[in-house]
């Protein structure tokens, strides 16, 4: 009971802070860099124990995944800036993928303590097949509250949209959920009580997002 009230006030504090972000733009970026650093740190920290050894060739590999990751951050910040600062037509879309990302998070999460059932993957023990079928099914309800924002474009359309991104928010998922069984922890890091790190709640998100720009892109604004 304890960890669920930490849970659940970390949670209003998240979401009040993404409406703010959402209302004031000076908000939003001091958040999204501030953020970002922090994903990056809480992913240093994955990297570091993964290729703990001092070899030549996992000094390589770290080194690599830091550039990598600093650089994907620095794009990924830099594209939500630009969306939402220009007011432009992809606004939208990247706000469908990012509220799909967090249904799948949550059908994932409600299906699989639920209905548990077959394991998915043993990349990350407590994904279930239903908790599978439950992200798809959470990301979909999502069409009625913004049916009327994509009323001119056709309803196939849209629902592959929706069930890509929760594809690729659930690939997201399992990916941190790899590294960190690699690197033998539970959380990225404690920053967030009852959640674990930044990196622990935005795993799906930081995937989502881009991909969403991207197929919006080449689905309906091309």
Request: charged share 15%; net charge positive; glycine share 6%.
């Amino acid at each position: 009971m304890k960890e669920l009230k930490k849970r659940i006030v970390t949670s209003i504090f998240l979401v009040a802070l993404l409406l703010l972000m959402y209302l004031y733009s000076y908000i939003l970026i001091i958040s999204l860099f501030i953020i970002s650093i922090i994903v990056w740190i809480e992913f240093l920290g994955l990297i570091s124990k993964i290729f703990k050894k001092k070899d030549f060739k996992n000094r390589i590999l770290k080194f690599f995944f830091k550039s990598l990751s600093l650089i994907y951050l620095f794009f990924l910040s830099s594209l939500i800036v630009y969306v939402f600062l220009t007011d432009n037509q992809y606004r939208i879309f990247i706000i469908l993928s990012f509220f799909v990302a967090i249904a799948s998070d949550i059908g994932g999460m409600l299906f699989g303590k639920f209905f548990k059932g077959k394991k998915l993957t043993k990349i990350s023990p407590k994904k279930t097949v239903s908790g599978c079928i439950g992200s798809f099914i959470f990301s979909m309800l999502l069409i009625i509250p913004f049916y009327q924002n994509f009323e001119n474009y056709h309803f196939i359309g849209i629902s592959f949209f929706i069930i890509f991104i929760s594809l690729i928010s659930q690939i997201g998922d399992l990916s941190i959920s790899f590294l960190k069984r690699k690197a033998n922890v539970k959380d990225t890091s404690d920053i967030l009580p009852g959640h674990g790190g930044f990196l622990d709640r935005i795993d799906g998100i930081i995937f989502a997002v881009p991909v969403g720009f991207l197929l919006s892109k080449l689905m309906f604004l091309s």
